[in-house]
C-alpha cells in the first residue's frame, strides 16, 4: 500500500509539499512511497552537504546550477543533466558554487529518518521556474 503524501491524496504539485531542512542551506520537498523516496532537494549558493552515509542507494540527476561531487575515492564536478548512482553506505558529499543548485534524487529503501526534520512552510521551490 503506497504512503499517502499528502491530506488530498497522492498528487500534488511541489509547490504544496513543505520543504524540510536536511542541512543548513539544504532542503528537500519529499515524495514517500513505501518503498522508495523521491526528493527534489535545493542547495543554496556555496552551501557544503558533509561527508555522510546511508543505508540507501542514492541515484540523482542535477536540474539547475553545479555540483562538486564527491562519492568513495571519486571527485567530479556535475552539471545539469549530470547523473550520479551511490551505493548504500558509501561516504560522499557535495558543495556548490554561488549560484546554488537544484538536483531530484531517489532513496531506496525509503529515507525513514527525515520523518522527523524542521517543515519550512511557505516557501515557493526554485524549480521548476514559474511562467
Known amino acids: 500500500m503506497m504512503t499517502e503524501m499528502n491530506s488530498s491524496g497522492p498528487f500534488a504539485d511541489l509547490g504544496d509539499l513543505d520543504a524540510q531542512r536536511i542541512w543548513e ?67 560522499h558529499e557535495v558543495r556548490t558554487g554561488s549560484e546554488g543548485a537544484v538536483a531530484v534524487e531517489v532513496f531506496a529503501p525509503a529515507r525513514t529518518d527525515w520523518a522527523g526534520l524542521e517543515r519550512l512552510e511557505g516557501r515557493s521551490p526554485r524549480w521548476p521556474k514559474a511562467g
Open 25 to 91: 542551506g539544504v532542503t528537500g520537498r519529499v515524495v514517500e512511497g513505501e518503498r522508495v523516496t523521491l526528493a527534489v532537494i535545493e542547495l543554496d549558493p556555496d552551501s557544503v552537504v558533509p561527508e555522510h552515509r546511508h543505508e540507501n542507494e542514492q541515484v540523482g540527476v542535477l536540474v539547475s546550477g553545479r555540483l562538486e561531487f564527491r562519492i568513495a575515492d571519486e571527485t567530479r564536478r556535475v552539471e545539469p543533466g549530470g547523473t550520479w548512482c551511490i551505493p548504500a553506505d558509501v561516504p
